[in-house]
């Protein structure tokens, strides 16, 4: 069987674990990675035989390293043997995937969700999970994750490990509202020295489309206005013209003078690693992980 899985990187990885769940239940460690085979540079393997994979084999590419296969022609495919191929976008124009007709392949198209089918996806994780969630915990995580799948998942497991009926109360208590991450709670997160969110934050920040360069430059003005707030320079402090509440807060951080001339030496490292061509995200989480540790 081949099948061209097409769409949604979430959703196609959840497919394939729960395929690989089914076809090789109570295998040990050893069998199940010889009967996975994950982008073969060559399509000979498709006929190739395993003593350790008593329950056939799964051969998996990824479109990126299916397409530089210089052709697909097997000659024969052995009944165990199942074959995938994703990716996010599958040009099918191109003569190697429109070989795959030949061998009956299928297309599966995994599409976005949209927001409004968030809940029936709670409600097939429920059954998949076997739990038990009262209608508006389910609400309440449509609510708060949204379409961020991958997300909703980890917390879905975590609320499942409670070993309970899961109620609204213990979704606020647990879950996380990622629709409403904003430059502000990443400052947060950051002179609270918690880096695992700190990241998480910023990865959220850039994929709703705020620009790298931009967090960075706006860091440079916090650890800015941190610094002369803990040198104690009354003519300078007047002069940030802080609210109150940010300036108490800002005031009692845990940073040092010295911790905070370390951070801007990082965040100015990392703005020129950036104009000279690094890749801004990897610069910017690069950044964010070390600052967190500060």
């Known amino acids: 069987m081949i099948r061209v899985l097409v769409g949604n990187d979430f959703l196609i990885q959840e497919f394939i674990d729960d395929y690989i769940d089914k076809k090789f239940t109570g295998l040990s460690e050893f069998q199940l990675k010889s009967s996975i085979i994950r982008d073969p540079k060559s399509v000979s393997v498709i006929t190739d035989r395993s003593p350790f994979a008593p329950q056939g084999r799964l051969i ?25 191929i994703y990716g996010e976008k599958i040009d099918k124009r191109l003569a190697i995937v429109k070989t ?67 109620t609204k109360d213990d979704v606020l208590r647990h879950g996380v509202n990622v629709n409403e991450f904003s430059i502000f ?27 790298p360069i931009g967090i960075i430059r706006y860091l440079i003005n916090l650890y800015y206005k941190v610094l002369v707030l803990k040198l104690g320079d ?34 100015a490292y990392w703005e020129r690693q950036i104009q000279s061509g690094i890749d801004p995200e990897y610069g910017l989480f690069r950044l964010i992980h070390n600052l967190a540790k500060i």
């Open 100 to 166: 795959l007709a030949n061998y009956r392949a299928e297309f599966k198209e995994f599409k976005d969700l949209y927001a409004n089918q968030v809940e029936s996806w709670v409600l097939q994780q429920k059954s998949k999970y076997k739990f038990q969630i009262n209608p508006d915990a389910v609400k309440m995580l449509a609510v708060l994750y949204g379409t961020n799948l991958a997300e909703l998942k980890q917390c879905i497991i975590q609320l499942k490990n409670l070993n309970k009926l899961i």
């Open 234 to 267: 009354e003519s300078l402090i007047e002069a940030l013209k802080l609210h109150p509440f940010v300036l108490k807060k800002l005031k009692d951080s845990p940073l040092t003078v010295s911790k905070c001339l370390k951070a801007t030496d990082l965040l």
């Open 60 to 84: 998996l590419w990824g479109f990126k390293e299916f397409s530089k296969l210089e052709e697909f022609t097997p000659y024969v495919i052995p009944k165990d043997v199942d074959i995938f």
């Open 185 to 211: 709670e990443l400052q947060d997160e950051l002179l609270l020295k918690r880096p695992v969110k700190s990241l998480y934050v910023a990865r959220q920040l850039v994929k709703f489309g705020e620009q």
